[in-house]
C-alpha cells in the first residue's frame, strides 16, 4: 500500500474530538469543518488533515484524488443490522398495506419466524452469497463498518451458521464486520409457552459457545411483549456479560415495556429501535451513558410513528442511526436515506445525523476510538460524497451521493 492524497474538498467534515465517548445534546452539531480541505493517507491509516495548501508539501510522491466541488466525510457505521439472512418476505409489504400489523404476522407465522425457515434451509455457501451481494451494495452507499446480529435460527446450528458466514465475509469483503448474538431474536414455535426453558437453553448452550469459539462481541434480545420479559430479557444479557459480551438490547419497538430503563440498569452500550421509550427510560439511559440507536427507516416502511430522536438529544443521550437492514421491517441498505429520515422525521439536524451515522454509531460497536471521525491515527475509511456541502446530503434526499469509498486507505467504489 502506498499513501493517498485528497485535495481541495469544499468541506472536509472530520467530527473530531469524540474518540473517547460519543457526542452528546449540542455537541451533536460540532463537526469540525476545513473549507478547501485536505487528508494525507499513509497505507491504512489517516497522517494529515488540514487546509490543501498546508497539506500539499507533504504529499510527495501521493496518488492525487481531486474532490473539488465535493465534501469528505468519515466512513458511515451501520450499527445494527440483520444482514445475513436468506429468503424475501416482500408478501409481507403487501398484507400490512391491507391492514395487517406487524405483530399479527408474526404470530400467523411470518415475520422473524418466515426468515428462520428460509435461513435455516439455506446452505452456507447460499447465506454467505446472498450476504455479500448486500454488503456490495452497502458499500456503495459509503458504508466502511457494519454491525451484523444473528437470530434468524433460534437453534444452534443456524445461528453458528450466520456467525461463521458473518466472521468469514469480515476477512474477505472490505467492509469490517462486527458481530452481535442474537438467539433470544424471537421465541421458537416449539417453546411456545415455554419460554423460560429456551431462555435456559440460550444461556447454558449457546452462549458459552459463542464465547468459546470466539464468534461475537456483542449479546443482544428483543424486549417486547410477546417476545421476551424484561426479567428474561435481564438474564440473557447478564449471562453474556459474565462470558464478556457486552449487552445491547432491541428495546421498546411496539409498546413501552421497561426496555429502555433495562438498558441503563445493566450497563448496555446500546438500546435500539426506541419507538415507545418512556420519558423515565430516556432519563435513565442519558444518566447511564446508554447510546440510542435509532432505526427510522423501520418506523417509515411500518408506517408507525418515528422514535422521539430530538427528545433524547435534548436529554442528554448519544444517539446513533442506523438502516435495521433485515427482510421485514426494513429491507434497505441505505444510510444515507437513514440520515434524510432522521431528518425529516426525528427533528434531527443535517450535522446530528452525520454525528449519528459516524462517531457516534462507532460507539455503538465499540469502534470509537478506531473510525467514525477523520483524525490523524485513525482508520483511513473515507467517503467523498458528491454535494457541494452537508446541508445538502439531506436537502437532496432519497438520493445516493456517493462518489468514491476509500476503505483502509484503498480505494473500493470509484464513480466513473
Same mark, same amino acid.
Given at each position: 500500500?502506498?499513501?493517498?492524497?485528497?485535495?481541495?474538498? !469544499?468541506?472536509?467534515?472530520?467530527?473530531?474530538?469524540?474518540?473517547?465517548?460519543?457526542?452528546?445534546?449540542?455537541?451533536?452539531? @460540532?463537526?469540525?469543518?476545513?473549507? !478547501?480541505?485536505?487528508?494525507?493517507?499513509?497505507?491504512?491509516?489517516?497522517?494529515?488533515? &488540514?487546509?490543501?495548501?498546508?497539506?500539499?508539501?507533504?504529499?510527495?510522491?501521493?496518488?492525487?484524488?481531486?474532490?473539488?466541488?465535493?465534501?469528505?466525510?468519515?466512513?458511515?457505521?451501520?450499527?445494527?443490522?440483520?444482514?445475513?439472512?436468506?429468503?424475501?418476505?416482500?408478501?409481507?409489504?403487501?398484507?400490512?398495506?391491507?391492514?395487517?400489523?406487524?405483530?399479527?404476522?408474526?404470530?400467523?407465522?411470518?415475520?422473524?419466524?418466515? +426468515? #428462520?425457515?428460509?435461513?435455516?434451509?439455506?446452505?452456507?455457501?447460499?447465506?454467505?452469497?446472498?450476504?455479500?451481494?448486500?454488503?456490495?451494495?452497502?458499500?456503495?452507499?459509503?458504508?466502511?463498518?457494519?454491525?451484523?446480529?444473528? &437470530?434468524? &435460527?433460534?437453534?444452534?446450528?443456524?445461528?453458528?451458521?450466520?456467525?461463521?458466514?458473518?466472521?468469514?465475509?469480515? @476477512?474477505?469483503?472490505?467492509?469490517?464486520?462486527?458481530? #452481535?448474538?442474537?438467539?433470544?431474536?424471537?421465541?421458537?414455535?416449539?417453546?411456545?409457552?415455554?419460554?423460560?426453558?429456551?431462555?435456559?437453553?440460550?444461556?447454558?448452550?449457546?452462549?458459552?459457545?459463542?464465547?468459546?469459539?470466539?464468534?461475537?462481541?456483542?449479546?443482544?434480545?428483543?424486549?417486547?411483549?410477546?417476545?421476551?420479559?424484561?426479567?428474561?430479557?435481564?438474564?440473557?444479557?447478564?449471562?453474556?456479560?459474565?462470558?464478556?459480551?457486552?449487552?445491547?438490547?432491541?428495546?421498546?419497538?411496539?409498546?413501552?415495556?421497561?426496555?429502555?430503563?433495562?438498558?441503563?440498569?445493566?450497563?448496555?452500550?446500546?438500546?435500539?429501535?426506541?419507538?415507545?421509550?418512556?420519558?423515565?427510560?430516556?432519563?435513565?439511559?442519558?444518566?447511564?451513558?446508554?447510546?440510542?440507536?435509532?432505526?427510522?427507516?423501520?418506523?417509515?416502511?411500518?408506517?408507525? @410513528?418515528?422514535?422521539?430522536?430530538?427528545?433524547?438529544?435534548?436529554?442528554?443521550?448519544?444517539?446513533?442511526?442506523?438502516?435495521?437492514?433485515?427482510?421485514?421491517?426494513?429491507?434497505?441498505?441505505?444510510?444515507?436515506?437513514?440520515?434524510?429520515?432522521?431528518?425529516?422525521?426525528?427533528?434531527? +439536524?443535517?450535522?446530528?445525523?452525520?454525528?449519528?451515522?459516524?462517531?457516534?454509531?462507532?460507539?455503538?460497536?465499540?469502534?470509537?476510538?478506531?473510525? &467514525?471521525?477523520?483524525?490523524?491515527?485513525?482508520?483511513?475509511?473515507?467517503?467523498?460524497?458528491?454535494?457541494? !456541502?452537508?446541508?445538502?446530503? !439531506?436537502?437532496?434526499?432519497?438520493?445516493?451521493?456517493?462518489? #468514491?469509498?476509500?476503505?483502509?486507505?484503498?480505494?473500493?467504489?470509484?464513480?466513473?
Amino acid at each position: 500500500m502506498g499513501s493517498l492524497f485528497i485535495k481541495n474538498a !469544499n468541506q472536509v467534515i472530520t467530527v473530531k474530538g469524540h474518540s473517547e465517548k460519543p457526542a452528546t445534546k449540542e455537541e451533536m452539531n @460540532e463537526l469540525h469543518i476545513i473549507e !478547501n480541505g485536505a487528508v494525507l493517507i499513509e497505507n491504512d491509516r489517516i497522517t494529515a488533515v &488540514g487546509p490543501t495548501e498546508e497539506l500539499e508539501l507533504k504529499a510527495v510522491n501521493a496518488e492525487v484524488i481531486d474532490a473539488s466541488g465535493k465534501i469528505v466525510m468519515p466512513g458511515l457505521v451501520d450499527p445494527h443490522t440483520h444482514v445475513v439472512y436468506a429468503g424475501s418476505r416482500e408478501n409481507e409489504f403487501n398484507l400490512r398495506l391491507n391492514g395487517a400489523t406487524y405483530m399479527e404476522i408474526m404470530n400467523n407465522g411470518g415475520g422473524i419466524h418466515a +426468515t #428462520t425457515r428460509a435461513t435455516r434451509a439455506a446452505s452456507e455457501v447460499e447465506l454467505y452469497q446472498a450476504t455479500k451481494r448486500r454488503l456490495d451494495k452497502f458499500l456503495r452507499h459509503g458504508v466502511t463498518t457494519i454491525e451484523a446480529k444473528s &437470530g434468524y &435460527g433460534m437453534d444452534w446450528e443456524t445461528e453458528h451458521k450466520q456467525l461463521i458466514v458473518a466472521k468469514r465475509l469480515n @476477512e474477505d469483503h472490505p467492509i469490517d464486520i462486527v458481530s #452481535t448474538f442474537m438467539g433470544a431474536h424471537a421465541v421458537p414455535k416449539e417453546y411456545k409457552g415455554r419460554e423460560d426453558k429456551f431462555v435456559d437453553i440460550i444461556i447454558n448452550e449457546m452462549l458459552p459457545r459463542v464465547k468459546e469459539e470466539g464468534l461475537a462481541e456483542f449479546n443482544d434480545v428483543f424486549c417486547e411483549h410477546g417476545v421476551y420479559t424484561p426479567e428474561q430479557s435481564r438474564r440473557v444479557l447478564e449471562a453474556g456479560k459474565k462470558l464478556g459480551l457486552i449487552p445491547k438490547i432491541h428495546a421498546d419497538e411496539i409498546e413501552p415495556y421497561q426496555g429502555a430503563e433495562l438498558a441503563a440498569e445493566i450497563g448496555a452500550i446500546s438500546a435500539e429501535h426506541l419507538l415507545r421509550a418512556s420519558d423515565e427510560g430516556i432519563k435513565q439511559m442519558a444518566n447511564a451513558g446508554v447510546i440510542a440507536v435509532l432505526l427510522p427507516g423501520t418506523a417509515f416502511f411500518l408506517m408507525a @410513528e418515528a422514535a422521539r430522536g430530538r427528545k433524547m438529544i435534548d436529554a442528554g443521550v448519544p444517539v446513533a442511526i442506523s438502516t435495521d437492514a433485515n427482510p421485514g421491517s426494513s429491507p434497505s441498505v441505505s444510510m444515507p436515506f437513514t440520515m434524510n429520515l432522521a431528518c425529516l422525521s426525528m427533528g434531527m +439536524t443535517p450535522a446530528e445525523s452525520i454525528v449519528a451515522a459516524t462517531i457516534n454509531a462507532a460507539h455503538a460497536i465499540n469502534r470509537g476510538r478506531e473510525i &467514525g471521525s477523520i483524525e490523524v491515527g485513525k482508520k483511513a475509511d473515507i467517503v467523498i460524497q458528491d454535494v457541494e !456541502n452537508f446541508i445538502q446530503l !439531506n436537502y437532496h434526499y432519497g438520493m445516493n451521493h456517493t462518489h #468514491t469509498v476509500i476503505k483502509n486507505g484503498k480505494i473500493v467504489v470509484q464513480a466513473v
